[in-house]
């Protein structure tokens, strides 16, 4: 689906002529649609860690705090808990906020752990690490959609008739029509549910789950010792 097909089938539902072109249209409808499908797209990206547009950085350090090349050009934000030294196998901890990282840097005393923040658009290391030891984290891109090919993935928003989403485009048509009940006074609210019903199912399977035993500890299919039931039992 292309960014055109989606505004078509936005129009449909809103009783507005399909049309021609999306991008350089000089219809102010059309022209809301599209400044509607960037807001939705952008707001869709920040809703939920969308595995589509979660991406993986590695680092080779250099002997230095700061690790000016550590944040790419899409970077929006970290996620938690995936930050490691690879070479030193072990957990970089953080991301440090303003007050602990300025603590850190007016004590006496070295940190006994690795530790990060980001600040001004650089990654800051603690302590310095050893240099062309690698590090990896996983972050959220802010690309979103991208071109027809496919090939150059590096747009946060749309940009011709014939870009596509990364991102789930039947959700973003959705989202386009309650925008613009919205921003045209009307009424938006069955629109609006049925959007953030369709938004909360297509979180649900992004990525696949686990599954969750709710009546017993361990997964007892994988297990081949003898077990006992899960409960409160009294060995006196």
Not at 2 to 8: R, V
Not at 149 to 166: F, K, M, Q, S
Not at 195 to 218: C, H, I, N, P, W
Request: glycine fraction near 8%; hydrophobic fraction near 35%.
């Amino acid at each position: 689906m292309s960014l055109l097909t989606m505004i078509h089938g936005s129009c449909d539902p809103l009783g507005i002529a399909r049309p021609s072109s999306v991008v350089g249209s000089s219809d102010q409808q059309i022209r809301q649609l599209l400044g509607l499908a960037n807001q939705e797209g952008k707001e869709l990206a920040k809703r939920h860690n969308w595995q589509r547009i979660t991406k993986e950085k590695t680092i080779t350090a250099t002997a230095t705090e700061e690790q000016s090349s550590a944040i790419p050009s899409d970077f929006d934000r970290i996620l938690n808990g995936t930050f490691y030294n690879r070479t030193q196998n072990r957990r970089v901890e953080g991301p440090m906020d303003a007050a602990e990282w300025q603590q850190y840097k007016a004590s006496i005393a070295s940190v006994l752990f690795d530790a990060y923040r980001i600040r001004g658009n650089s990654m800051l290391l603690a302590p310095t690490p050893t240099a062309d030891d690698s590090y990896a984290y996983e972050y959220v891109s802010l690309w979103w959609c991208t071109t027809a090919a496919g090939t150059t993935p590096t747009l946060a928003a749309w940009a011709a008739d014939t870009d596509v989403g990364i991102l789930p485009e039947d959700l973003m048509g959705l989202g386009v029509v309650w925008r613009f009940l919205k921003a045209k006074g009307l009424d938006y609210s069955e629109p609006f549910r049925t959007y953030e019903a369709q938004l909360m199912l297509a979180v649900g399977r992004d990525g696949g789950k686990r599954s969750v035993y709710m009546g017993r500890s361990m997964d007892y299919r994988r297990r081949r010792e003898p077990r006992w039931p899960d409960g409160s039992w009294d060995v006196s």
